[in-house]
């Protein structure tokens, strides 16, 4: 349950991808393998890095004092424990190359004191971004792992605020406009969005077992 | 309540996983909420102070007082 499939296209071809809760150790690893895109001229790439670093830093930061969760039961312990408690975690997306897991792109989220889901970050990694092999549809596919999880948590509010450059997604994404500087994901929302990737997924991925779509 | 109906928002037509990647593609999704943001940048530039400080310390740099003029 720890794990939220979605589909991307790699190299021309569809393949699984996972979304799951990061814990230090794989956020740690994660921050490494930014090391060698750090000096990319490239303006997008170096904003995936510097996001992901500040996403890192916060998640610690929260970690520190406790707010902070690396696995969906961590998460739903610190529920039960207090109802109103505030809880980070990052979320991070990974597809199979050969025979280890190479990630593709992460979510740093925060479970509210009202029990929302909000989204603070929503980086593509990198190796996603490539000239070379395009990772394609992964930022609304960690969307869809999202959504995944609030049905799991029975939230019925995914929110964040929306910039200039993430409104346009946004109103794609969930056939609304116009989105400004707040986009909300609620139950119509979060069923558009698990249609759309039930056209094409594989049929594991829509038994109710696996991810709680419709 | 259904917030968007509540908005001046509108529905759209819903456009396809392909269309969606294909957009995906040309804007990639590299997003971050500002305060967030503004919060995370913070807290870095907390922890390289509390860092540069350990490391002084760690250095031998003692602390300096002020002088009071008698």
Not at chain 1, 44 to 59: G, M
Not at chain 1, 108 to 126: E, V
Not at chain 1, 130 to 136: A, L, N, P, T
Not at chain 1, 196 to 206: A, E, G, N, T
Request: with cysteine; net charge positive; aromatic share 8%.
């Amino acid at each position: 349950m720890n794990k939220f499939p979605f589909q991307v296209k790699a190299g021309g071809l569809l393949q699984t991808a996972l979304l799951r809760f990061a814990s230090k150790a794989e956020i740690q690893r994660y921050h490494r393998s930014l090391s060698p895109f750090a000096r990319q001229a490239s303006t997008i790439i170096r904003d995936a890095v510097e996001f992901t670093r500040l996403a890192a830093k916060r998640w610690r930061y929260y970690a520190s004092s406790g707010e902070a969760a690396e696995s969906l039961a961590n998460l739903q312990r610190k529920v039960q424990r207090d109802s109103t408690c505030e809880v980070a975690f990052i979320m991070v997306a990974t597809i199979r190359r050969e025979r280890h897991d190479l990630p593709v792109g992460l979510a740093y989220c925060r479970r509210t004191w009202c029990h929302h889901l909000a989204l603070d970050f929503l980086a593509l990694h990198p190796h996603a971004l490539g000239q070379r092999e395009r990772v394609r549809g992964v930022g609304s596919g960690i969307v869809f792992g999202l959504v995944q999880l609030a049905r799991v948590l029975r939230i019925p509010r995914i929110w964040g605020e929306a910039t200039v450059n993430s409104a346009p997604f946004y109103e794609k994404l969930l056939a609304i406009r116009p989105v400004k500087d707040l986009f909300i994901i609620e139950a119509p929302e979060m069923a558009a969005i698990a249609e759309r990737q039930k056209k094409i997924s594989d049929p594991i991925l829509v038994s109710p077992t696996t991810g709680g779509l419709p | 309540m259904d917030y968007h109906n509540g908005m001046t928002a509108k529905r759209t037509k819903p456009v396809s996983l392909e269309e969606l990647w294909d957009y995906e593609d040309k804007n990639p999704v590299v997003f971050a909420s500002p305060r967030a943001l503004a919060e995370a940048r913070l807290i870095a530039r907390l922890e390289r102070t509390k860092r540069n400080h350990r490391d002084a310390q760690a250095n031998g740099d003692s602390h300096r007082h002020k002088a009071v003029a008698a």
